[in-house]
T-cell receptor, first 115, second 111 residues
Framework: DTEVTQTPKHLVMGMTNKKSLKCEQH?????MYWYKQKAKKPPELMFV???????INESVPSRFSPECPNSSLLNLHLHALQPEDSALYLC??????????????FGPGTRLTVL | AQSVAQPEDQVNVAEGNPLTVKCTYS??????LFWYVQYPNRGLQFLLK??????LVKGSYGFEAEFNKSQTSFHLKKPSALVSDSALYFC?????????FGSGTKLNVKP
């Protein structure tokens, strides 16, 4: 099973709202990722968690706040977003072997629209 | 610096014909290379990867890729294209816990 699930599938929010995106995997992967993807563009890395610790933050604005409650779950908390933050948000996970991460498996994404 | 390049924004091919989607890489050390496919409004699906070993890598859905060290290329191929192969394809390299994606190539397979 190589499934990564994400909820919700679609989210519309105002600039003053607070919302959260959720990601779950049960493959025993110890690395999890958040990406942002604009239409017809490659995914842009936002955050990497390795063994539940934040290992990479790609200078993402503080209105995006990641959280990794346990090895299977990854959240992205959203607050005071801007319309330009509208995008497809992808979660991914991968195994870690000998300190090297293996193939990333992606969820279906959350389509976020900020009004 | 790590990077992958996909020189074609779009590739058009007739159903039943062979297809090639091009990728070149620039990485330090041994390259870890991947191909992913993305259908509209969906996440990326893993197709295949090259880590080491045989230069011809076979993957999902009949796709294969050839690693060429002298040309620093990792082109994706399929002997006979299907209309359902129409999608956005990304080449990626991996190093230091990060994936570096190419710009993507839109594959159009016409009946």
């Amino acid at each position: 099973d190589t499934e990564v699930t994400q909820t919700p599938k679609h989210l519309v929010m105002g600039m003053t709202n607070k919302k959260s995106l959720k990601c779950e995997q049960h493959m025993g992967h110890r690395a999890m990722y958040w990406y942002k993807q604009k239409a017809k563009k490659p995914p842009e890395l936002m955050f990497v968690y390795s063994y539940e610790k934040l290992s990479i933050n790609e200078s993402v604005p503080s209105r995006f706040s990641p959280e990794c409650p346990n090895s299977s779950l990854l959240n992205l908390h959203l607050h005071a977003l801007q319309p330009e933050d509208s995008a497809l948000y992808l979660c991914a996970s991968s195994q870690v072997r000998g300190g090297i991460t293996d193939t990333q498996y992606f969820g279906p994404g959350t389509r976020l629209t900020v009004l | 610096a790590q990077s992958v390049a996909q020189p074609e924004d779009q590739v058009n091919v007739a159903e039943g014909n062979p297809l090639t989607v091009k990728c070149t890489y620039s990485v330090s050390g041994n390259p870890y290379l991947f191909w992913y496919v993305q259908y509209p409004n969906r996440g990326l699906q893993f197709l295949l990867k090259y880590i080491t070993g045989d230069n011809l890598v076979k993957g999902s859905y009949g796709f294969e890729a050839e690693f060429n060290k002298s040309q620093t290329s990792f082109h994706l191929k399929k002997p006979s294209a299907l209309v359902s192969d129409s999608a956005l394809y990304f080449c990626a390299s991996y190093n230091f816990n990060k994936f570096y994606f190419g710009s993507g190539t839109k594959l159009n397979v016409k009946p």
